[in-house]
């Protein structure tokens, strides 16, 4: 029997459970010993993830069809780095404040690297380092913040159904009907679950 095959996606999107540090947010974080994360864990927490061609987006078969699968009909771009992005400081303390949103997060790494952190179901942070050529979805009532890596630079294009919105709602915001559908869709299910195997 040959190794399994490894998932593509492993190359360009990886996760592990972050340490309580308070060191610089754009370290890895690894737990000691490291607790890895796979792509599967995430997708029962709504992330979604893929690997894509980052040098053709443009031509893009594959991000054209995830496009038109689930109706991203916006699109641009955002830099990420000290020399392109005004007032630098303040946005990149606003990207790491904890927060949620009500519509999907969609970012699709053409270019440089940073973490998306999310949260599990028992509110432990997992570091999602997206590399070029990651795309990943994070669904809408998720709490989640977004910071650089050392490297200081990422170039990721932004997708939407219909005009963007880019509220954040910064924690605590459980009242917000997409909060609720969140913990209703990705938390209570698998709680429930649980409760009736442990029964069985």
């Excluded at 053409?110 to 795309?135: E, H, P, Q, T």
Aim: hydrophobic share 35%; charged share 35%; aromatic share 12%.
């Amino acid at each position: 029997m040959g190794a399994p095959e490894k998932d593509p996606r492993e190359e360009v999107l990886q996760a592990w459970y972050m340490d309580d540090s308070d060191a610089d947010q754009r370290l890895p974080h690894h737990k000691e010993p490291k607790e890895f994360v796979s792509l599967d864990q995430l997708a029962e927490l709504g992330v979604l993830s893929w690997r894509l061609d980052a040098d053709n987006y443009e031509a893009d078969e594959e991000l054209k069809k995830i496009r038109e699968d689930r109706g991203y009909s916006y699109l641009d771009f955002c830099e990420v780095c000290p020399e392109k992005l005004p007032n630098y400081e303040e946005k990149i303390k606003n990207f790491f404040e904890e927060h949620l949103h009500t519509d999907e997060e969609i970012r699709y790494c053409v270019a440089g690297s940073g973490y998306f952190d999310v949260r599990d179901r028992n509110d432990k942070w997992i570091r999602v380092w997206v590399k070029k050529g990651g795309m990943i979805v994070l669904p809408a009532g998720i709490y989640h913040r977004f910071t650089l890596d050392t490297d200081n630079y990422i170039k990721a294009m932004r997708l939407f159904v219909g005009d963007p919105i880019w509220t954040p709602f910064n924690r605590p915001h459980d009242h917000l009907p997409a909060r609720k559908e969140y913990l209703k869709g990705f938390v209570e299910n698998e709680v429930g679950d649980s409760a009736v195997d442990a029964a069985a």
